[in-house]
């Protein structure tokens, strides 16, 4: 039945992995979940490591098993790829720093016999311990972070929640201090069924995700911000739905969106949409989501206010006066659009073409 488990959630692993591969849309977004779906198959289904060490000892991966400490730093970097479109490489590279740790404990333990026996039973509840915390902590941190993004909380709660029951699981192995001990009265190993019973659960939400993103990968291409130039072919269809893309629009190019405390459910409540709604418009109509949008507009629209040579710009105020909560948000989304700093983005526009007024 173990065997059969492993068999299925590789199936359903390959398939998500299929699915995204064949989506029109190739971003980020995409491609990291690639590499999570990557990492998921490796470890529950290959465990390629054990090959290259000692195959008998085999049985004991599920014992060792510092994989389970990747997820709570892929989940971390997936919702910041949800929430701002982007993922601070050092960052990430500062959580998996424990992992390589948990790896190199890994590799000493499988490859020596001797040690196995002295340290077997305090290896086990140390790792498991460790790793049962880092899906715990990193599954609730990114709750809590998304709390006020419904759009995010939504895409990543599956994965925080499922990190959150795998991290239970090992807490209880921990606090028993054993593995393999419960049996079924026909010998079946209980605790390796529920683990293969976890690997098919895990699976499905990542072909969930994965179909997810297909679906968006189908809709319209992005329409570009300027509402008066994208009045052309979907303005002759009468889309039911074009007068609130317009108005959604309008309000995006407002000073309005500099309120730094606007979130989805302030912007439809402002626009009188369902907060639904309002996702459904900006998936469609942004091929995103309504934070990265709105950090995008609050850029653009500082641009232009840092074009204006009759306006005193206070540097060191900026970030929050156009909306942001985090001066390094700011400058990573204006330097993306702009290639610059703001300062030297209005020394520029400001020696080429000087205005006074917002056009």
């Given amino acids: 039945m173990f065997i059969l488990f492993r068999i299925i959630a590789a199936i359903l692993c390959l398939l998500a992995m299929h699915i995204l591969l064949n989506a029109r849309r ?7 979940l690639l590499l999570i779906i990557g990492v998921f198959l490796v470890h529950n289904i290959f465990i390629f490591p054990i090959y290259f060490t000692d195959f008998n000892a085999l049985k004991i991966v599920d014992d060792a098993a510092p994989f389970c400490s990747v997820y709570g730093p892929l989940l971390l970097g997936y919702y910041y790829i949800l929430s701002t479109g982007k993922i601070a490489i050092r960052s990430i590279l500062l959580h998996l720093a424990p992992v390589l740790l948990l790896f190199t404990a890994y590799y000493i333990f499988v490859t020596n016999a001797d040690l196995q026996q002295k340290i077997a039973l305090h290896y086990f509840r140390i790792v498991y311990l460790l790793l049962g915390i880092s899906m715990i902590g990193y599954s609730v941190l990114v709750l809590l972070k998304a709390k006020k993004q419904p759009e995010v909380a939504l895409r990543v709660s599956l994965f925080a929640r499922y990190c959150i029951l795998g991290g239970v699981f090992l807490f209880s192995v921990a606090l028993n201090g054993e593995y393999h001990r419960i049996k079924s009265p026909q010998g079946q190993n209980l605790d390796a069924l529920l683990v293969a019973f976890m690997l098919i659960c895990g699976s499905i939400i990542l072909l969930f995700e994965a179909f997810s993103q ?106 929050y006066q156009v909306g942001f909560r985090s001066k390094a948000t700011f400058y990573r989304n204006f330097a993306h659009l702009a290639g610059c700093s703001p300062k030297e983005y209005r020394r520029r526009a400001l020696s080429t073409n000087p205005i006074t007024t917002i056009g």
């Fill in 214 to 319: 297909f679906k968006r990968s189908l809709g319209n291409q992005v329409v570009k911000a300027d509402p008066e130039s994208a009045l052309s072919k979907d303005r002759e269809a009468k889309e039911e739905d074009w007068e609130e893309y317009l108005s959604v629009e309008s309000f995006l190019q407002s000073e309005e969106i500099f309120q730094i405390d606007l979130d989805q459910s302030k912007i439809a409540l402002r626009l009188g949409l369902r907060p639904e709604k309002l996702e459904h418009l900006i998936g469609k109509y942004y091929k995103s989501n309504v934070q990265r949008v709105l950090a995008t507009k609050r850029v653009l629209l500082c641009m232009k206010m840092l074009a204006l040579d009759d306006k005193e710009v206070n540097f060191e105020a900026l970030p």
């Fill in 26 to 32: 190739k971003d980020l977004e995409r491609d990291y």
